[in-house]
């Protein structure tokens, strides 16, 4: 069974930074990437950014964080983590972890398995 458990939210200020984590059990070593969405109150759920486990150099970002994020993954430890700088109070959201098994639900954006969930509040 997948389990993807997110950390690392909470409150912060406009202009801070934050480091999000997620640990990743049950994947099967064929699985294709991981990757961070969010989810504000009546928004739809957002692409934030994704990194395939086993290829280096794919990272793919949402345009409303491009440039302020930096997505990494640690295959021995089963760990991603999402670093994001200059904070904005429209970057509050849930930000949860999901995995994809296949290239082609990679490519669809149609991920399989997901986690709770962390809250991330970007308040003054």
């Known amino acids: 069974q997948v389990e993807l458990l997110e950390s690392g939210g909470g409150l912060v200020q406009p202009g801070d930074s934050l480091r999000l984590s997620c640990v990743a059990s049950?994947?099967?070593?064929?699985?294709?990437?991981i990757a961070w969405f969010r989810q504000a109150p009546a928004k739809e759920r957002e692409f934030v950014a994704s990194i395939p486990w086993r290829t280096d150099g794919m990272e793919s970002y949402g345009n409303s964080v491009q440039g302020r994020a930096t997505i990494s993954r640690d295959l021995d430890k089963r760990t991603m983590i999402l670093e994001m700088n200059n904070l904005k109070t429209e970057d509050t959201a849930v930000y949860l972890c999901?995995?994809?098994?296949?290239?082609?639900?990679?490519?669809?954006?149609?991920?399989?398995?997901w986690g709770q969930g962390t809250q991330v509040t970007v308040s003054s």
């Open positions: 999901a995995a994809v098994d296949s290239f082609s639900d990679y490519l669809a954006m149609d991920y399989n398995h």
């Open positions: 049950g994947l099967s070593t064929h699985s294709y990437a």
